[in-house]
């Protein structure tokens, strides 16, 4: 199973890519750390952030696009353009998109801690937070845990 982790921040969804074989998780090599909308005032803009969130994702053969869930209100709540970029990923065709609580992450790791040390990962100091939810979201999936 492939699973692309997603933390959107501002004007760009940050990722990254992990596949589960078995009990055994791989991070592989991609060629986008992010995928950044450049212009948020038109249409086309926004179409062109879906198609090649959408490219990406098809290119390495993505099964499962878990975005990690942010609040609609307080202090940390997420921009509307954030939400924006959430609701373009979530209507890709040909890959399943989940929304996953920060709260499901945290029990999820306790349950299963990750077993290697971040720094270890050779992810930019910046993907921890998708690497988080694509790690968390294989653990639930492979031992199947109901949230």
Known sequence: MKVCGVEIKSNEAIICLLTMDGDVFDIPNCRAQKVVLTDASSAE???????????????????HVVIKERPMKGKFAGSA?????????????????????????????????????????GLKGFQQSAFVTAYSFSMKKHFKIEE
């Open 45 to 63: 803009g926004l179409a062109d952030f879906q198609f090649t969130f959408g490219k990406l994702m098809h290119d390495y053969k993505v099964e």
């Open 81 to 121: 353009l954030g939400f924006k970029l959430e609701a373009a990923i979530q209507l890709l065709e040909n890959v399943t998109v989940e929304i996953q609580s920060p709260q499901t992450e945290k029990a999820v790791i306790k349950r299963n801690p990750i077993p290697v040390d971040f720094k270890e990962t």
